[in-house]
């Protein structure tokens, strides 16, 4: 079955530093990849997506992440973190489709991230 | 609105009542889907609608949740005999196309259940 890992529950970095959030996946085929943001009392936002294509995927508010087959990781990064990215971020996958019936997503537990002035 | 909307956004309900959350996603929206979100989890999926057709039902926890999407765009997820168990965030989502596409799904802000 499909599924990712976010092996850290929470990662606090300053502001101003680089961000790393984690994920790792596991799926029977082409693995597509999401990454979602969850602001307090707000639903999930879409940050980013990969496909197929350029390893390196741009994707709202300055987040990027890599996508490594090798090591079946799809890691969210930031360059230079601020306070307002505090939130609780999710890793996503495409659930393996046997009949072309849904583009139903398998969730992650979620990193709260924590930014420190 | 531009956006998907649930309501309520909160409901106190005591056990072995019935509840009804509802959920209006973007105009046009093929795909709808409906998650359940325990605190301090991920949302864990439970149905799916292609315009008015249930496809997918396989992550409803038990026979007393059904959903419901009639006419293909407003969605009801009721939930019979309600159970501590159940209390958790239901989340609404909608995708413009339908199939197995790679599009992304458009969260509303969830409907937060407490049963007492």
């Known amino acids: 079955a499909q599924s990712v890992a976010q092996p850290e529950d929470q990662v606090n970095v300053a502001e101003g530093n680089p961000l790393t959030v984690k994920c790792t996946y596991s799926v029977s085929g082409n693995p597509y990849l999401f990454w979602y943001v969850q602001y307090p009392n707000r639903g999930l936002q879409f940050l980013l997506k990969y496909i197929t294509g350029d390893n390196l995927v741009k994707g709202s508010y300055g987040f990027e992440a890599e996508f490594n087959k090798s090591q079946t990781s799809f890691h969210l990064k930031k360059p230079s973190a601020l306070v307002s990215d505090s939130a609780l971020y999710f890793c996503?996958?495409?659930?393996?489709?046997?009949?072309?019936?849904?583009?139903?997503?398998?969730f992650g537990t979620g990193t709260l991230l924590a930014v420190q002035p | 609105g531009a956006g998907v909307s649930q309501s309520p956004r909160y409901k106190v309900a005591k056990r072995g009542q019935d509840v009804a959350l509802r959920c209006d996603p973007i105009s046009g929206h093929v795909s709808l889907f409906w998650y359940q979100q325990a605190l301090g989890q991920g949302p864990e999926f439970l149905t799916y609608?292609?315009?008015?057709?249930?496809?997918?039902k396989s992550g409803l926890p038990s026979d007393r949740f059904f959903a419901e999407r009639p006419e293909g765009s407003v969605s009801t997820l009721k939930i019979q005999r309600t159970q501590q168990e159940d209390s958790a965030v239901y989340l609404c989502a909608s995708s413009l196309v339908g199939g197995a596409s790679t599009g992304e799904l458009f969260f509303g802000e969830g409907s937060r259940l407490t049963v007492l």
């Open positions: 609608f292609q315009n008015e057709a249930q496809l997918d």
């Open positions: 996503a996958v495409r659930d393996r489709d046997y009949g072309g019936a849904t583009n139903k997503l398998i």
